[in-house]
């Protein structure tokens, strides 16, 4: 295994890990980055966490039902999530704006 000798070891290339790696590389410090799978952050590589996008519409619907009086009744059925759909949502998000 090679050794080497560094200023700062950064663990993890997520936001806070490249953040840091920049400051220090800026500061002239001798830096090593350090990581295990892939670089840059999940929502950069893969989406904007696709479950926050149920979050919304689900608190929307039990506050619909509140109102109406229907706290204590039962759904008929189970709510289905189409994670086609989701991340279809998702990527449309992601391509108009940055997370």
């Given at each position: 295994m090679k050794q080497i000798k560094v200023?700062?070891?950064v663990?993890?290339?997520g936001t806070a890990g490249m953040?840091?790696?920049h400051a220090a590389r800026q500061a002239g410090k001798q830096v090593v980055l350090i990581e295990a799978a892939e670089f840059g952050t999940t929502c950069a590589?893969?989406?904007c966490m696709p479950s926050k996008l149920t979050v919304r519409p689900m608190a929307c619907t039990t506050q619909r039902r509140k109102r109406r009086g229907a706290s204590k009744a039962r759904m008929c059925s189970r709510p289905?999530?189409?994670m086609c759909s989701?991340?279809?949502a998702a990527s449309?998000?992601?391509s108009s704006k940055a997370c």
């Open positions: 200023d700062v070891a663990i993890g290339a953040a840091a790696y590589r893969v989406g289905t999530v189409s989701l991340m279809s449309a998000i992601i």
